[in-house]
């Protein structure tokens, strides 16, 4: 599939139709529709369906819809306007939200698709700019494609120069995801003010202008933290090359060079981290995007959801289990310990992988290359972390529960040896699921039919009561603040720290 480019001209127009008489007179206008049409999922019509019996006997028929790949799922769209009931699904880790055509994972194999490819092969023969094209057009780009892909990139990926002001005006010592999605949602208020999301065109121009801008963004916010210069992105380098030149480079040193292998160790890292189906970042993507929100502020929302230990911050506190432990000698103990639910293990298991993470052996492979290139074979952390992964995989306890290294189990400790920090490690995640969440909010809008993010919920509060004037009301002491508060009998001025 051909990238459609367009100029900044075209792309501030607000509707479509007021395009086709350039489009027509530089592309194929048939072409560019399919090229819409093919991008835009559709649910499959249904050819079976289930019976469903409620207590007092009433029977409904729902349909059965069937994707090319997974198992089927059971249309309950009008359930409630047949029965009357809803369905209650804590974590929505049964219920389909959605059609997409971009990630597949079947957790039973440990399989991971992007757009159809296994992600072994993705991450083995592309590389992260080819990657961002396959997720946003479908197809994997020729060697035109390509280049004029990572042109447009490059040409988008300076920030404007009042958006590093606002780096001032944070708190020193900041973490830099708190940064970052402040920043991140302030793109909203620098670039479309009067965005048409309905246009296919700009929906494109803004994907196109998250991803090229997201290493700048990321990488600032590190050089602030830790009060350097501002380094700015050269058209010679690679996108990843770029990002670890905009955080790493000395400006006084005019032969300053990026590793190669760095490089590239870091680019199949983005790889392996660029989408993953309906994760909970993603769906707080969708959900944000379903009001037809700004999509800089989507994305925003998705790095708020990503900061958790439970998601992104997953890797940092595989490292801090690892501190923990801190030599051999105390895995015995902290494996009894694990099974007596007294110490958390992090970094094994998988919400959606039943038997092992594709992404991880990759991982793995990765963090002996750099430990090998820069000389740390002997790096505790690695050393920890396959001798705990020996003995978990030994252990009948774990091995029953299929509990298996996952991607961050090493991926933190590849971060920690090419130099970035702890609280950095999260931002990478960010960087590099930046692509997956625009080409997810992308998807979703091209619907022809958005619904907005609505969830039900199972009411177990008080029934209607009656009201009490305040005169009348008890005290109960609820608020748990108030326990702690010492009142000091002191006189004189207090200054409250905001």
Known sequence: MDLVCHSPKLVHRSSLTRHKQEIKESKDLTKIEQIYKDLVPTAPESKEVCKVTFPDGKIIELPILLGTLGPPMIDVRNLYGKSGYFTFDPGFTNTGSCVSQITYIDGEKGELLYRGYKIQDIAENCDFIETCYLLLYGELPSVEDKKKFDDEIKHEMLVHDKLISFYKGFQSGAHPMA?????????????????????????????????????????????????????????????TENFLYMMFADPMDKDWQVDKLLADVLDKILILHADHEQNASTATVRIAGSSLANPFACIAAGIASLWGPMHGGANEAVLNMLDEIQIKENIPSTIDLIKDKKFRLMGFGHRVYKNFDPRAGIMRTLCHKVLKHIGSEDDQFL????????????????????????????????????????????????LARSIGWISQWREMISEKMIKIGRPRQLYVGQKERKFMNIADRKDNFKELTSIFKVKKGKKGFTIYNP
């Open 179 to 239: 940064i970052l999605v402040g920043v991140v949602g302030a793109l909203s208020s620098f670039m479309y003010d009067g965005l048409d999301i309905e246009d296919p065109i700009q929906r494109e121009y803004a994907a196109i202008k998250l991803i090229a801008k997201m290493p700048m963004i990321a990488a600032i916010s590190f050089r602030t933290a830790m009060g350097l210069p501002i380094i700015y992105p050269r058209n010679d380098l690679t996108y």
């Open 383 to 430: 050393e920890l972390s396959m001798e705990l992964e020996k003995c978990a995989l030994e252990d009948k306890y774990f091995v029953d529960r299929k509990l298996y290294p996952n991607v961050d189990y090493y991926s933190g400790i590849v971060l920690k040896a090419i130099g970035i920090p702890k609280d950095m490690f999260t931002v990478i995640f960010a």
